[in-house]
């Protein structure tokens, strides 16, 4: 079941398209409407579910209308109107308008983030958020972004001005590996700056007083650069490569009892290819630029969010090399009580402590930007850099996720779901990870979260698309699930990169089980979205457990949220409730806040009164209690069945039959042909 209600959300979620500021865009092309098959998909599937709730008996609980998307005409329904928003006090105790955004200062205040995207629309490397002061109309923009690109938002209507978006290439050099250009993605965020400040200026929007950047990016994805030529020395190892395995199990060997979770009580983690400590222990063993840059003290380490604060401001002019708290405490170097680098730590992975960026927090002033060298534009000359934040935990702080057992689950590539457990680092027992979840200010406590990842979500659906071939567009694979509503008994675990949390098993792979002659492409369809509900069904356990207080409702962003089968599946198999934003990229919003935050800006209040309520979209359970146990009972036979499958290879990645022969009797069998060779040719 759906329902369209107010509800304390974000604020600056957008109703696209409502007003004449909606069509004036539209005719100057920033807003395009649907295709004609997608907006026929659209209403069939609002139709169908419609029809469904009608069957069952109460028409009282059928939504009056979908969220307004854009080029969609009106509804003959209109949704609830908002609550009416009152005047509440900001950060410096004056009352703010009514209609004024939340932690609005009385200088209006704009957001923007400027961001690339990663391989698909559903995952993001890198993006800037960029806060302004400025007029127009009487109303008071804030700008943001989302996986598509960068978005601009009017604070007051919430409408949606204007965005950008680069999609970046993802190279896959061996099975398993997943690597990025650095510089592309440096380069694509100089182009979204230079064209979002272009669009901006269509729009009679003064850029000049552009307050702050903050950026946010991919977690755990490892960068190493020369800090001398500015260059990369070897592509970006992206968090969901492989290639680390071996290093994993050498590094296994020197610890007692080969114990993965050796460090979760500095780091909150266990040894993993997933996070950034492995993937440069690779880089130092197998690249030999970067071991020589190292000896010569040239070489700089760290996430997307280091590379690009150094780039942006100076590079080898100069640059700050930095992280915040959140990307360093995903690295498995950093210990996150201390809030330092751990030299006991660096000293387990070989990791010279002096390639390491300085960690900060998730809010304040670290640079400036400074005129790219190589490019003609100045765009945000001066402008300081003043917030950092994984992206993850950016979404966190974009639910509003500010107290004790307020969670989130992000759906892009993969899923991410974390919980805050405030100034107290709780560590699990069932196989999740802690993690800090910001840090807004020099001076301010660090609050922590329990997280569980799943790699394969949205993943699955460009899976079936583009190697399978089933569907044209991510759009029909949910027109194809919503045609059967069923997976007929067949099952889906796409552990294509192994299995994440709760399990942590990288030897596992991808099947597909239960099938039979009756079997489609529209039942694996579904099956497959299926599996990214029984994934986040299994940590949400996990966490429920190592918190002790059941959540009541999920919260929910991400590109794949707009998937509404998806939605509706999500809260049958959980049994509770299910609530969506209207603005499904709280990533982008929280990474704004954080910049606008930070002292010396101080445009935007993260006071979590400062709440307005505005329109969700709510999903109930449809089905009992008893069927759903049922089902994921199935699908948990099927995980145990995933397991095992990849031996692993050796350093040099051969995988051979003969890799995978015990020494003495591949010696044996040797020895035996060598005399039935000599006694054949003796006769």
Known sequence: MIIHQPCTAPPGIPRLGTSAAGSRLREQGFLSPLPDNERDTFRSVERRLKAQLTRKGDPTRIPTALPKRPGLPPEPAALPSERPSRPRRGAGGSARPEGSGPGASPTPAALLLLQGTAGSRCSEQAALAICQAFNLSGTSPRMESNGRGPEVFNAATAELLSH????????????????????????????????????????????????????????????????????????????????????????????????????????????????????????????????????????????????????????????????????????????????????DLCKFFEIPMEILPNVRSSSEIYGVMKICPSRESGALTGV???????????????????????????????????????????????????????????????????????????????????????????????????????????????????????????????????????????????????????????????????????????????????????????????????????????????????AGAAEGVEVWSLNPGDLTAVTCERFEPQINPEESEYRYARWKKAVMKSMGWEASAGSNGDSSIFSSLPFSVFIMTSMLMLIGAKYLSGK
């Open 164 to 343: 950008h978006q680069v999609e970046l290439k993802q190279e896959f050099p061996k099975e398993g590996w997943v690597e990025q250009d650095p510089k592309e993605i440096l380069n694509s965020v100089y182009e979204c700056v230079e064209r979002t400040c272009e669009k901006m200026r269509e729009l009679n929007i003064d850029i000049a007083n552009i307050r702050a950047i903050g950026v946010t990016n991919q977690r755990e994805t490892t960068v190493v650069w020369d800090k001398t030529t500015g260059e990369p020395l070897y592509n970006a190892i992206v968090w969901l490569d492989l290639r680390t395995q071996s290093t994993v199990e050498r590094l296994l060997k020197r610890i007692p009892g080969e114990n993965k979770t050796f460090s979760k009580f500095k780091t909150g983690l266990p040894l993993s290819t997933y996070f950034s400590a492995v993937k440069l222990r690779w880089l130092l063993d197998n690249v030999e630029e970067i071991k020589k840059a190292v000896e010569e003290g040239r070489a700089m380490f760290g996430t997307i969010d280091s590379w690009l604060i150094w780039s942006l401001t100076g590079g080898t002019n100069g640059g700050i090399h930095c992280t915040d708290v959140t990307n360093a405490s995903r690295t498995m170097l950093f210990n996150i009580h201390s809030l330092e680098w751990d030299p």
């Open 384 to 594: 300081p850099i003043s917030g950092c934040l994984g992206d993850q935990h950016a979404a966190l702080v974009g639910q509003m996720c500010f107290q004790d057992g307020q969670a989130k689950n992000t759906y892009g590539t993969g899923c991410f779901l974390l919980c805050n457990t405030g100034q107290k680092s709780v560590f699990s027992e069932h196989g999740l990870i802690t993690t800090i979840a910001y840090k807004m200010g020099k001076d301010k406590p660090a609050f922590y979260a329990l997280e569980g990842s799943v790699a394969i979500a949205g993943a699955v659906v460009r899976w079936l698309r583009d190697n399978l071939g089933i569907a044209k567009s991510s759009l029909e694979v949910e027109k194809l699930a919503a045609e059967v509503g069923t997976s007929y008994g067949c099952y889906f675990v796409p552990a294509f990169s192994g299995l994440y949390a709760p399990y942590w098993e990288p030897s596992a792979r991808g099947i597909i089980c239960g099938l039979t002659q009756f079997t489609n492409k529209n039942h694996i369809a579904f099956a497959a979205l299926e599996a990214v509900c029984f994934q986040t069904r299994e940590i949400l356990d996990a966490m429920n457990k190592d918190c002790g207080i059941p959540l009541s409702q999920l919260q929910v962003d991400g590109g794949m949220t707009s998937n509404r089968i998806l939605m509706q599946l999500q809260s049958d198999i959980l049994c509770i409730p299910v609530v969506k934003p209207s603005m499904a990229e709280t990533t982008a919003l929280g990474a704004a806040m954080a």
